[in-house]
């Protein structure tokens, strides 16, 4: 049977760059993402999915244990909008917590309990998410530091059956993110303000976080659990 991987906003600049490296390595991928493709332009399958739904992310996971063995699952959905402090709605952080923190534990946990011994999950974080930097996104800021310690946490839990939790930790990415990425790119300056704050004055691209995840996907990756991985182009070592 095939090995299958699931990656999650798969249809996102990142997980559109990680699809391509999984499927290059072998796997069968499942692009799943509330975001459909236009028909005919995936090479690897795709699967819509709400992650705020139980019975939505069910589906998914019916749909990729049809393709073969779950041996992999890439959590790279996620939503940005901005957040002020003082705003009186709470629209905006439920819907940011709804999908960044509890839609990683509702895939994950459906994931797990299907996935073969001696699989892998990664999570993905944000450079953001050690920075007490709180103008306009502090809720997704949270959400990210959050994803930080539930990797740590399941890491322990899943080892037992060689399962290796870890996470991926990238920069500002010379592609904003869908939704409001764009608008908010723009208050920060734009791209060419963001290049200034790394050492290599440049923007990591979302081909280099993939192939990250593609080594943690991968054998190769065998001794590695627990871990956050920045792909930042040397900012967190300021």
């Keep these: 049977m095939s090995d ?11 997980g559109a760059a ?38 939505s992310v069910d589906t998914l996971i019916g749909r ?7 041996r992999a699952l890439v959590n790279a959905h996620g939503i ?3 957040t002020l402090w003082n705003d009186e709605s709470d629209e905006n952080v439920e819907a940011i917590l709804d999908v960044n923190l509890k ?11 299907m996935m073969a011994d001696g699989g892998s999950i ?26 930080e310690s539930f990797t740590r946490t399941m890491a322990i839990e899943l080892a037992p059956r060689v399962i290796r939790v870890n996470c991926v930790a990238p920069g500002y ?15 920060q300056g734009g791209n060419e303000a963001l290049a200034q704050l790394t050492p290599f004055s440049r923007l990591v691209t979302p081909m280099e976080v993939a192939t990250a995840i593609g080594f943690l996907c991968s054998p190769s990756a065998s001794g590695i659990s627990g871990v956050v991985l920045p792909v930042d182009g040397g900012q967190r070592a300021y």
């Design 173 to 187: 990415l010379s592609e904003p993110m869908r939704g409001e990425g764009a608008a908010l790119r723009a208050q």
């Design 103 to 113: 839609g990683v534990f509702r895939v994950t946990r459906a994931v797990a309990m």
């Design 18 to 55: 990680i699809c391509e490296v999984l499927s290059s390595q072998g796997w069968t991928c499942v692009a799943a993402d509330l975001v459909e493709p236009p028909p005919g332009t995936l090479p690897w399958e795709f699967e819509h999915v709400d992650v705020s739904s139980t019975a």
């Design 122 to 147: 990664v999570n993905l974080s944000s450079v953001t998410a050690t920075m007490g930097r709180t103008r306009n996104a502090y809720v997704y800021q949270a959400t990210k530091a959050g994803i």
């Design 4 to 14: 299958v991987a699931i990656i999650t906003g798969g249809t996102g600049s990142i």
């Design 64 to 70: 990729a244990s049809s393709l073969g063995k779950i």
């Design 80 to 82: 940005l909008r901005e």
